[in-house]
């Protein structure tokens, strides 16, 4: 009698950016094998890290900051060059005048906060007082100078005309370093890749499909993006065709350069190598 493979838990992000990871994944074909779990991205980074989630899209920072434990799956994140349309910061003032600013951020993502502490600092030497807020914008502008919010809330925000400038910081990290940026990236950890190798390559594969099906067809995927959230057909046409969910070596190596200037300022202990998992579970390290 052979022992039934322990369930494989997967996380899911709550924002729509990573709905064509999971728009036709058939979870029908994984009955008994798989468990999901939905979270907003740093409740789902502290479970990864605590080993309650096996497999999932977390925020980049995450992998940054416990990468020992962790490979990435090539081929699918949540990246951009140029604009990601929803990671924006709201000011009122040109961010070469934020440098005695209080800025608000949102408890929902790591790799904002420190993309936009990078840019701040390595590019035009601020370093301003932060604060952490529920994601509101204008209960945090309020009382404070400048507000960082992500997600569904981004968008929302910025739907209304608040009369406030706004930054998309995909745009300007592109703008800064002509690099991609990856906001979120598909990590499993090493132990549930030695213990059950062949699940990983069948989940991987089935992420694979339905994030081909969600972008080869995304009639779908922005009907039901207009119906929960608002916005037009031709805003949520524009949002998912210009977000990327490839992951090869463009987007590798802008990660790379975050990484390294997270290091080099103090956000991360450490460099941190791209440990990169393929279907024969043999680890590529980019330096």
Not at 22 to 32: D, I, L
Not at 47 to 70: C, R, V
Not at 95 to 109: F, H, K, V, W
């Amino acid at each position: 009698m052979t022992n039934r493979p322990k369930t494989i838990r997967i996380g899911r992000i709550d924002f729509t950016n990573v709905w064509p990871l999971f728009y036709y994944f058939p979870f029908s074909a994984f009955e008994g094998e798989i468990e999901v779990l939905q979270q907003v991205p740093t409740g789902l980074n502290r479970a990864m890290k605590q080993g309650e989630i096996d497999i999932g899209p977390i925020s980049s920072f995450a992998y940054g900051d416990n990468f020992e434990e962790y490979m990435l799956f090539p081929d699918m994140s949540v990246s951009s060059y140029h604009q990601v349309n929803s990671i924006l910061l709201f000011h009122r003032k040109p961010l070469e005048q934020l440098g005695n600013a209080t800025i608000s951020l949102p408890t929902t993502s790591a790799t904002s906060v420190n993309l936009l502490k990078i840019i701040l600092r390595k590019f035009y030497g601020h370093e301003p007082n932060y604060v952490y807020a529920a994601p509101e914008l204008e209960t945090m502008m309020s009382t404070t100078d400048a507000a960082l919010l992500i997600g569904d809330h981004a968008i929302r925000a910025h739907w209304q005309d608040n009369g406030y400038m706004v930054t998309d910081l995909g745009e300007e990290w592109t703008r800064l370093t002509g690099q991609w940026m990856s906001f979120a990236v598909c990590a499993i950890r090493k132990q549930t890749v030695q213990e059950q190798p062949e699940q990983v390559r069948r989940i991987y594969e089935a992420f694979l499909e339905s994030k081909r099906k969600s972008m080869d067809d995304m009639t779908a995927l922005v009907q039901d993006a207009q119906r929960l959230i608002g916005g037009t057909i031709a805003y949520w046409e524009h949002y998912f065709s210009n977000l990327c969910y490839e992951f090869g070596p463009k987007q590798w190596a802008g990660l790379q350069m975050y990484y390294d200037y997270a290091a080099e300022l103090g956000f991360l202990s450490r460099k941190v190598p791209l440990q990169i998992w393929n279907d024969n579970s043999v680890v590529r390290v980019t330096e």
